[in-house]
């Protein structure tokens, strides 16, 4: 199988690092490679494009010209959204192209056809089989929430990623590892992303109604595919408490946690005590810690 | 000449009933033409506003500013507070019967507001500009001083001050910034320095 190019995204080298060592850790698991690209910089997420559209596709150009490989993937659902947009525009587009490339002054762009992939999708592309043929835990009894966001699944045009209404493939592959998916409403609205910082009262209201499905709908934990919307379920939890006097008490995992807890792969490198809501307990009371 | 039927009387489109002025007509094109979208096709059906899940604390809800924005409303449109409260989500985008992308017109109206700088939300601003000066100096985003710097400027001092040393626990936070920012200050000096 040849290497895929890993952007891990600047989260992974801080509020996320669990993310990052348990993707590395499951593909390693999984025999997937992934190769970092070099010098890789910041995508430029939401501020680029909401102020400088010639900035955002730069700064995607950027990454692509310095990636070792034409088959790219990354863990977070914002840098895949950015990545797949910029692709869709500089390919629709010959003059904006034009004008990129005046800016970046790519030199090794040419001909080249990238693919983007978010990690779920290679996984997920793995094989489900594959994926349960090397579980040495299941999950069994634990129910676990499994939440998409917006930028994995919108624009569907865009990024064709799964049903953009109800998105299936991280439910199935948690349900690979023995654990049970619960049915709820809640997949793909927002948890206010950026808006943690200008305006927290929104994105406590939003991430509010989102862990109230999640618990109403049984689940144990809330599975994640994406950094920004871990920090905004998870560490918000403490802002709810403190401001609106509910405690949910929800711990939120990256999906690869979770599967590599299924996978054998040990407690430590998979990071559980890096998570502010600790999933130990929970996990301790099924059996699976 | 044949005698126009009720019906081609009643769907006639050379004299539409709004009259636009040139100024709010130039602006209604600057969306259009900036924006790659054609928000004159947009009939009010309330979809975008109906799935927005910040629409409860705009000033004018999503569909509102299309319709401003056909009625070359400009300066209301830049100045409100809503575009910079769209967050992105792209829900009206996937849902819209038109197919126009709104959310695509909202980064297009930001940009032009920011041109005649219009700010009408302080720390949505203060926070892009943050984030902006935050990856021209490192290459990556360096937590740690974009906060600090988002407190600063923005005069909410000490917010989520109480996070800090957590997340430093937790080892959510990097000690050390990349060294890649002149990678990306070469393409913001190529874009003319312009560093918005």
């Known amino acids: 199988m040849t290497a895929y190019a890993y952007f891990p995204g600047c989260s992974a080298h801080g509020t996320a690092k669990e993310y990052d060592r348990s993707t590395q850790s499951v593909c390693a698991k999984l025999g997937i490679e992934l190769e970092e690209i070099p010098d890789w910089v910041c995508c430029g997420a939401s501020p680029a494009h909401a102020v400088n559209h010639l900035l955002s596709l730069a700064l995607v150009a950027k990454n692509l010209d310095l990636s070792p490989s034409d088959t790219i993937v990354t863990g977070c659902a914002a840098c895949y959204n950015r990545f797949k947009t910029a692709i869709h525009a500089l390919q629709h587009d010959r003059p904006l192209w034009e004008q990129v490339k005046q800016i970046v002054q790519p030199t090794k762009l040419n001909g080249r056809d990238f693919r983007v992939f978010h990690l779920l999708e290679v996984i997920h592309e793995f094989g489900l089989e594959g994926v349960k043929e090397r579980v040495t835990k299941p999950l069994k009894g634990l129910k676990v929430a499994c939440y998409y966001g917006c930028l994995l699944v919108r624009p569907p045009k865009v990024m064709a990623f799964d049903d953009p209404d109800n998105p299936k493939k991280m439910d199935e592959l948690i349900a690979a590892v023995g654990a049970e998916p619960v049915e709820w409403e809640f997949k793909t609205e927002c948890c206010g992303a950026f808006h943690a910082v200008p305006h927290p009262e929104i994105v406590l209201r939003l991430t509010s109604n989102i862990l109230r499905a999640a618990k109403d709908a049984g689940a144990d934990v809330v599975s994640v595919a994406c950094p920004m919307c871990q920090i905004n379920l998870d560490l918000r939890q403490l802002d709810i408490q403190k401001r609106h006097k509910v405690t949910f008490n929800m711990p939120v995992l990256y999906f690869t946690q979770l599967l590599g807890l299924a996978l054998g792969i040990s407690e430590g490198e998979l990071g559980f005590d890096r998570l502010i809501i600790d999933p130990r307990p929970i996990l301790r009371e099924k059996g699976l810690v | ?196």
């Open chain 2, 1 to 196: 000449m044949k005698q126009a039927t009720e019906r081609e009387q009643l769907t006639r489109t050379d004299e539409l009933p709004i009259v636009l002025t040139e100024e709010a007509r130039k602006f209604t094109e600057e969306v259009i033409r900036r924006s790659g979208e054609r928000v004159d096709w947009c009939y009010q059906c309330g979809k975008c506003t109906a799935g927005c899940p910040v629409a409860f604390a705009m000033d004018i809800e999503p569909s509102r500013i299309m319709r401003l924005v056909q009625l070359g409303q400009g300066e209301r449109v830049l100045k409100s507070k809503a575009i910079w409260l769209c967050v992105g989500c792209q829900t009206c985008t996937t849902r819209c019967p038109q197919e126009i992308d709104p959310a695509k017109v909202m980064d297009t109206l930001r940009e032009m507001a920011l041109e005649k700088e219009f700010a009408a939300d302080k720390e949505v601003v203060t926070f892009f500009r943050s984030f902006l000066d935050n990856i021209q100096r490192y290459g990556r985003v360096f937590e740690p001083t974009l906060v600090l710097q988002y407190n600063l400027r923005s005069g909410h001092l000490l917010q989520d001050a109480d996070k800090g040393p957590l997340m430093l626990f937790k080892g959510k936070l990097p000690l050390r910034p990349s060294r890649n920012g002149a990678i990306v200050r070469k393409i913001f000096d190529a874009l003319g320095g312009r560093r918005q």
